[in-house]
């Protein structure tokens, strides 16, 4: 089945900014919307976008209500999540599903929304973004850059330079050609969402992987859980981003270390130094959409 074409977007179209997780304040959000406009579109905000309940961002039907009323709303052209956080899995059960797939827009975040992204994908047939939120730094040349690249570039197709998303900085083991699907995001979301109606089918497709604030060996614990579900070994290729502040103690293994030595079993393609994920550059890729590797430095993603 083809994918359902995504609105069109141009430098004056609307951009509609929900909080599907956790919150901030109002000063914050009044903050950060500021400096996104200045990027030059118009703004829509959620209806619930200041709610705040503890760690959650409002009640979860509202927050669900916001995330359906942007689809449907023919006024937005696109949706970027205020922040990630917790609390998408929360207002599964409440997504309007019909009404999202009847109105295909680009949708971004990262984080927690993975969730969001990779359901809505899998169930609508468009593709959602992972790439920058309201609250990210936009003054990042290279953050800035992919996300208008990919917000504005109405064609089907995308190229990516390994090169300059990965800073020059990129590993390639078990180098061959290979294509597949995008999946995944955040790790802790992916290995959460197992046995759930919302699991991220990882098989046969190309995974995305990436994490903040977690020790060693609980990035070990998660790589592992996957390897004994054989979920990675089934996957056509692997791409590792940033795993922010993930440091343990003085004796404990290196992050780098640990995630090389846990993927090391694997015979399929893993890209190591893609830069995304809760660090920058936050470079902006489409999920559900095809991955092809071209060349030694070449990506061509079809959307």
Do not use: W
Request: a positive charge; one cysteine or more; charged letters at 25%.
């Amino acid at each position: 089945m083809s994918k359902n074409k995504l609105k069109p977007i141009t430098n004056k179209s609307t951009i509609g900014i929900i909080a599907p997780a956790s919150p901030e304040s109002p000063e914050f959000i009044d903050e950060k919307i500021d400096l996104f406009s200045k990027l030059g579109f118009k703004i829509k905000k959620g209806k619930y976008l200041y709610d705040n309940t503890g760690y959650l961002a409002g009640d979860d039907r509202n927050r669900a209500t916001d995330l359906n009323f942007m689809f449907a709303d023919t006024d937005v052209d696109a949706i970027v999540s205020f922040r990630g956080g917790y609390g998408s899995i929360r207002i599964m059960p409440y997504l309007d599903l019909k009404t999202i797939k009847k109105n295909p827009k680009m949708f971004f975040g990262y984080s927690d929304i993975t969730l969001l992204l990779n359901y809505i994908s899998s169930k609508c047939n468009f593709p959602t973004f992972h790439g920058p939120m309201i609250n990210s730094d936009f003054t990042d040349i290279y953050t800035r850059e992919y996300f208008l690249k990919v917000l504005l570039s109405n064609k089907n197709k995308l190229t990516y330079d390994l090169n300059d998303v990965c800073a020059y900085d990129y590993i390639i083991k078990n180098n061959k050609d290979f294509s597949g699907k995008i999946v995944g995001g955040n790790l802790s979301i992916i290995c959460s969402s197992i046995g759930t109606p919302y699991e991220i089918k990882l098989e046969n497709n190309i995974i995305l992987i990436e994490d903040v604030n977690e020790s060693p060996y609980v990035v070990d614990r998660m790589l592992s859980q996957l390897l004994s579900c054989g979920k990675l070994q089934k996957s056509s290729a692997i791409i590792v981003g940033d795993f922010t502040n993930c440091v343990g103690s003085k004796s404990s293994p290196s992050i780098n270390e640990v995630i090389n030595e846990r993927l090391s079993i694997l015979k399929q393609p893993i890209i190591y130094g893609f830069k995304l994920g809760h660090d920058y550059p936050n470079i902006s890729i489409p999920i559900g959409s095809v991955f092809k590797y071209l060349s030694k430095d070449k990506i061509l993603i079809e959307k």
